[in-house]
């Protein structure tokens, strides 16, 4: 017995000390400033490989476009590899480091996956190509910065451009129509009041205002950041978000909000068992008609309209004040980023033009998508959600209004401020005491206050 | 003799290697990554025990592990209990279809962690099973979300424990008392004990090898929990259901923090070594 105790300490030693040096690996060299970009393709055969996560219609979108650029470049081919996203987060860095990295590759924004691909001197910066192909006079300046890193991998917002996305996503309000017609209230909304009395309304004659499953503690945090979006002035809170110098979440737009959110909690206008009930099964009774409102994401609109049909609409969340300009927690989607390892970056970054080019929207839209690029992209089925978020969407990105999500600020964001909406719902935490928990997380991973 | 002894050895040897590769191994690359400030993928940095100290003083870790507690009730204490119950119960009467009693009660083992979270998940929910029986017999008082309840989500999680282990032990027991000799039953209904007494003179003292097992399963699934957690809850509402298998999935994966999860991951396997060590010293004594 005390040989086996000692063969085990033994051994334990032998493996650290043969393993004793730090873990992981410094960053690859960077890749030289692009060098001689070229919007010129190569005539020999080609074959790029694409990873990414979308699903159903959109992922059909890629293939469908990788299709129609072999058809224009016959010697090229585009392979798009789908994986679902929960292994795909886990498995990007180690697929990027590899040898057999792919080309062209999703990365989420902020510090999930781009930030470290950045780091390690994975990504390969686009800055060239972006004024190659004109990017800048394609894109809201706001759809590209979520997309920048500075160079060390550390903050994002700025610095050089590391992806273009195909189309975004938004929160806002979804609505029953039948119980809108019944209660006589009618949309959109001219300003946050016109919302409230509506909501005050419904919570009169019976019915659950605000419809929410929360039991996964992120579908919560989309309604306090759409309230956000309206009372605190839009630079403000990209600059938190993106964690600049002197941002704080404690300032008078966020406190109302949080406020706001913790009223509308307290006076019924959110479902009473949003806690224990799931995103998915929150969906599942709006649509059985329990809820006149939901506050939710362009995510959820395909099931809301097929499962309604013609019954929902869609709207945002409306400003403060009438007549200013919509806006709206969003984003882009996961860009798609190109290796530092391809051997063909300048084919790489064709496609990635292909795909976004006014021409090919349609194709996009088809496939679910909200393009970035092209406003008129395609015609939604009158009466439907489809038809208000395609609206909504257009103001939103008019005015380049998109609010990005609260959880990128900080690696362990979602997992400080999520569960504090949970509370704060429950009325088991103070607005002031989720601020600060908030700020604290940030100030501390930000290293400044 | 010693020669013998080196041959034995050997034979474990090959047995060994494959434990060293598999288990061993990677548990010493846990331990030293816990020492390291790293993110997965970057050049980590040496921080010595900061990781340790750091998450030791993070309140949210130190109520993962005071619900790890509460679990130890709902996965262990009670099953261990239900299962001696139900045990002795079945084994002193001879019931119709034990068969088919022994497989119900048994197969919450059976089914993945995965399916039974989903399950219950629904089962909870405001319209779900639960809340359709309270209000059947008129306690519609007490219906609520149950997994977004701040006080009742734990216990409710415990419950599906209590619920998957309780058929775990029950089997176990029912092996151990068919391995009592015949003869000690008869000896104490001579003696003129009761059920009562019959089952702390007899029963009692002879599973106690089967109690250290039940006992030693049940407590590393209840420490070790996550998959439960991780389908029906995530860990809320708010933290009221976060345990450290879950914190260590959060810090791990959600947050990039690897060094940090390797701390917990490291504290609570030896937390578990000690509870296992206790059970199992505690048991080899005399009940």
Redesign the interface.
């Known amino acids: 017995m005390p040989l086996t105790i000692r063969t ?1 300490a033994g ?2 030693l032998i ?2 000390s043969v ?1 004793a040096c ?6 690859a060299e960077a890749p030289d400033a692009v060098k001689a970009v070229s919007s010129a393709l190569p005539t020999e055969p080609v074959t790029l490989t694409l990873s990414h996560f979308e699903e159903g219609g959109q992922g059909k979108a890629i293939e469908l476009l990788a299709a129609k650029y072999q058809q224009l470049h016959p010697n090229i081919t585009i392979k798009p590899t789908y994986t679902a996203f929960a292994d795909y987060g ?1 498995n990007i ?1 180690l697929q990027m ?1 590899s040898e057999s990295a792919p080309d062209i590759a999703q990365a989420g924004q902020a ?2 996956m781009q930030g ?1 691909l950045v ?2 001197g994975l990504l390969r910066p686009l800055d060239e190509y972006a004024k190659l192909y004109g990017w800048s006079e394609r894109f809201k300046p706001g759809l590209l910065d979520q997309a920048r890193f500075s160079k060390d991998g550390k903050t994002f917002g700025t610095g050089e451009l590391y992806g273009i996305a195909l189309g975004g996503n938004l929160v806002g309000v979804y609505y029953n129509r039948d119980k809108l017609a019944k209660l006589g209230i009618t949309t959109p909304f001219k300003d946050l009041a016109a919302f409230q009395d509506a909501l005050a309304k419904a919570k009169a004659a019976g019915e659950t205002p605000i419809q929410l499953g ?4 992120w579908p919560g945090n989309h309604v306090l950041s759409d309230l956000i979006a309206q009372y605190e002035p839009h630079e403000n809170g990209l600059n938190w978000v993106y964690g600049r110098k002197g941002a704080t979440f404690d300032s008078p737009g966020v406190q109302q909000a949080t406020k706001t959110l913790a009223e509308w909690a307290k006076a019924g206008y959110i479902d ?7 995103d998915s ?1 929150g969906v599942g009774k709006f649509v059985k008609g329990k809820g006149v409102f939901m506050v939710s994401g362009s995510w959820n609109r395909s099931r809301i309209d097929e499962n309604m049909d013609g019954k929902a609409g869609f709207t945002a969340m409306p400003p403060v004040k009438a007549g200013d300009p919509i806006r709206a927690t969003g984003a882009t989607t996961s860009p798609f980023s190109i290796s530092a390892k391809t051997r063909y970056p300048d084919v790489a970054a064709n496609f990635i033009d292909f795909m976004t080019r006014p021409e090919n929207a349609a194709t996009l839209f088809q496939g679910g998508y909200l393009p970035v690029a092209e406003r008129d992209a395609g015609i939604s089925k009158a009466g439907s959600a489809q038809e208000g978020l395609v609206e909504t969407w257009q103001q939103v990105l008019a005015d380049d209004g998109l609010a990005l999500y609260l959880d990128w600020a900080t ?2 964001m ?2 400080t401020l ?3 909406v ?2 704060l719902i ?1 009325g ?2 103070t607005p002031d005491e989720l601020i600060s928990t908030v700020q604290e997380n940030w100030a501390d991973e930000r290293g400044n206050g | 003799m010693r020669a013998n002894s080196r041959v034995a050895y050997l034979y474990i040897l090959p047995g060994f290697l494959v434990f060293a590769l598999f288990v061993l191994m990677p548990l010493g690359h846990t331990a030293w990554l816990s020492l390291y400030d790293w993110d997965g993928i970057t050049l980590g940095t040496w921080t010595g025990l900061d990781n340790y100290t750091e998450q030791l003083a993070d309140p949210d870790v130190r109520t993962a592990f005071s619900h790890s507690m509460v679990f130890l009730f709902f996965f262990a204490a009670l099953p261990v209990g239900l299962g001696l119950v139900l045990a002795s119960v079945l084994s002193r009467f001879r019931l119709r279809g034990l068969g088919f009693f022994r497989t119900v009660i048994f197969l919450p083992q059976v089914v993945t962690a995965v399916v039974v979270g989903i399950a219950w998940r629904w089962m909870y929910a405001d319209e779900g099973t639960i809340n359709q029986l309270l209000s059947a017999v008129g306690l519609d008082g007490l219906a609520r979300a149950w997994l977004g309840d701040f006080t009742w989500a734990l216990p409710a999680l415990g419950l599906v424990g209590t619920w998957v282990m309780s058929g775990l032990c029950m089997v176990l027991f029912l092996a151990g008392i068919s391995k009592i000799d015949a003869s000690l039953y008869e000896a104490a209904r001579v003696d003129g004990a009761g059920p009562v007494r019959e089952f702390f003179a007899v029963t009692l003292p002879g599973l106690k090898q089967e109690m250290a097992v039940g006992l030693t399963l049940t407590t590393i699934a209840a420490l070790r929990s996550f998959d439960l957690v991780y389908v029906t809850t995530g860990g809320g509402p708010g933290n009221a259901t976060n345990v450290p298998g879950f914190e260590i999935y959060k810090l791990a994966f959600r947050q990039g923090a690897v060094g940090e999860a390797c701390a917990v991951a490291v504290m609570l396997t030896v937390l578990i070594f000690t509870v296992v060590l206790l059970i199992t010293r505690l048991l080899r004594e005399k009940l």
């Open positions: 085990i051994l334990a493996t650290a393993t730090a873990p992981g690996a410094a960053p886990k860095k480091s510090q999930t470290p780091q390690a929360n039991l996964e503690a009473s068992s949003a806690n224990g009930t799931s099964d690696p362990s979602g997992d999520f569960p504090a949970q509370q429950a088991k935490t």
